[in-house]
DNA sequence: TTCTCGATTACCT
DNA sequence: GGTAATCGAGAAT
């Protein structure tokens, strides 16, 4: 059996099961306000199933995105490219931005209402090795940015509309992991609209943030 | 059909 | 700190 522990300090931090301890985040966690799950989500581990091994680490920074939110990409209406987003809690949404990343998000609240939380940072720690590493990416920011996470866990638009679950490529994980830490809210980044919207949600100077929360 | 710009990042100065 | 990279959606033509 693999307990947290081994996991979190084994020398390869390799994860080759999921110790029975952690329970899989399912629908019913997703089906709330999108502001809310952000928060929630901070220290839940995001894992991603690669060759015979799960990859990644507890996610340490997000962001909401309402459908009543000028800065959502669900604001005006369904699209063919924004699908996921409306699609029931818990599916996964991948944008393409800035025509270089892929970012990965998570729909929030009802079916169709058009919700969703953005991962913005998680911190690498399982199966590193595996994880496609940035130009000068040190170990506490391979998955640090919206970007960069995804290019680490080699997440792209094939994953955009499945679903979380234990037995998909995408999983979520309640664990004890980094579950004592100061919470950071803040503005969200890279937006031009809404910006009173303090829905960036962040565990307090934690090495793997895209970038510091600042004072408010 | 063409143009514009974005929930970013890396690299250059 | 400034900016190139690079691509798809949506608007404009």
Not at 13 to 42: G, M, T, Y
Request: glycine share 10%; proline share 5%; with cysteine.
């Amino acid at each position: 059996m693999t307990s947290i522990k081994d996991g979190l300090h084994s020398n390869t931090k390799i994860l080759h099961s999921i110790p029975s301890s952690w329970r899989a985040l399912d629908e019913k966690f997703f089906a709330r306000s999108a502001p809310l799950v952000a928060e929630e989500l901070l220290g839940v581990l995001l894992l991603r199933r690669w060759k015979d091994m799960w990859i990644g680490g507890p996610i340490v920074e997000t962001e909401a995105y309402t459908d009543d939110d000028p800065a959502s990409h669900s604001f005006k209406g369904e699209r063919p490219h924004n699908a996921s987003m409306f699609g029931p809690p818990g599916m996964v949404y991948v944008y393409r931005s800035y025509g270089v990343h892929w970012c990965l998000n998570f729909s929030t609240g009802k079916k169709g209402q058009g919700e969703a939380v953005l991962i913005r940072a998680i911190a690498a720690t399982f199966g590193n090795s595996e994880m496609k590493l940035g130009a000068s990416a040190v170990p506490a920011k391979i998955c640090s940015g919206p970007g960069r996470l995804c290019a680490a866990l080699h997440i792209d638009k094939a994953h955009n509309g499945g679903h979380i679950g234990s037995e998909n490529e995408i999983s979520l994980w309640q664990s004890t992991v980094e579950r004592d830490y100061e919470l950071a809210v803040g503005q969200r980044i890279g937006i031009s609209k809404a910006l009173d919207r303090h829905w960036r949600f962040g565990i307090s100077k934690h090495p793997s943030l895209s970038r510091a929360f600042p004072k408010i």
